[in-house]
């Protein structure tokens, strides 16, 4: 059986003819898990120089070296849309960081609210997991992972020409495209905690004239499946899943 061309994030410097010493765990994975060695492709990418054909060039116990040959595809944004969320628990926390950078978040604002019970992040776990989701989806693109910021302080200082789509479980939507309709990039999608916003965070939101309320559906969804049902419908109706969406 052929063997399938890995993909990899490099932090370097991408260009023809270049080569690279990779980091140690890359090359564990290529020469030790994958079998890969000697004049076996590798594509290599980053959000600067666009994604590469490489090819390893040795394989030792202490390093793995690879040359690039050619350039593939330019580094390609998506839609500019953020994805802000308030934190859960590691392993749920996991999958909505790896299926939103999937869907084609371009930042990930994690964000403090009221009833938000995991106030600590683990950043470089959350762009490990947006650098495996982009490896396995061939985005060439990784999505920008922010501080996290209290709720309140994200809304004073937001920029209005981003509408700000708020997931409400008590919106008065009965389609949730029919109220997307109209808008475009640069757009963000908000999903509360947990045990939801409180009142007088819901009633702030909807007082902002950026925000557009709407609702998923009659049933109450985790906050690791907002995600995914939220920016399906965006991305269906405002990104790049066909629609006029231009970079």
């Known amino acids: 059986?052929?063997?399938?061309?890995?993909?990899?994030?490099?932090?370097?410097?991408?260009?023809?003819?270049?080569?690279?010493?990779?980091?140690?765990e890359q090359g564990?994975?290529?020469?030790?898990?994958?079998?890969?060695?000697?004049?076996?492709?590798v594509q290599i990418f980053n959000s600067t120089d666009g994604e590469w054909l490489a090819y390893i060039t040795d394989a030792t116990k202490k390093s793995v070296r690879i040359r690039i040959e050619k350039k593939l595809n330019d580094?390609?944004?998506?839609?500019?849309?953020?994805?802000?969320?308030?934190?859960?628990?590691?392993?749920?926390l996991d999958y909505l960081v790896q299926k939103a950078t999937e869907l084609g978040a371009r930042r990930l604002r994690p964000i403090i609210t009221a009833r938000?019970?995991?106030?600590r992040v683990n950043l470089d776990r959350m762009r490990a997991n947006v650098i495996e989701a982009a490896e396995q989806?061939?985005?060439?693109?990784?999505?920008?992972?922010?501080?996290?910021?209290k709720f309140d302080a994200v809304l004073k200082a937001w920029d209005p020409s981003r509408t700000l789509i708020f997931c409400d479980e008590t919106a008065n939507v009965s389609d949730p495209l029919q109220a997307l309709e109209g808008l475009k990039p640069p757009l963000a999608v908000c999903v509360g905690p947990e045990g939801g916003f409180t009142e007088d965070e819901r009633k702030h939101l909807k007082s902002l004239p950026f925000v557009t309320a709407i609702k998923l559906g009659p049933r109450i969804m985790r906050a690791d499946?907002?995600?995914?049902?939220?920016?399906?419908?965006?991305?269906?109706k405002l990104g790049d899943w066909g629609s006029p969406y231009k970079s």
């Open 75 to 92: 580094a390609t944004p998506p839609p500019d849309i953020d994805y802000l969320f308030a934190p859960i628990k590691h392993q749920r």
């Open 1 to 24: 059986m052929a063997k399938t061309t890995p993909r990899l994030h490099l932090d370097a410097a991408l260009a023809a003819n270049a080569e690279i010493a990779l980091e140690r």
């Open 225 to 236: 499946t907002v995600a995914i049902a939220a920016l399906s419908l965006v991305q269906a």
């Open 116 to 119: 938000t019970i995991a106030e």
């Open 137 to 149: 989806c061939n985005l060439v693109f990784l999505a920008e992972v922010l501080e996290p910021q």
């Open 28 to 41: 564990h994975y290529l020469v030790n898990v994958l079998r890969h060695g000697p004049g076996d492709p």
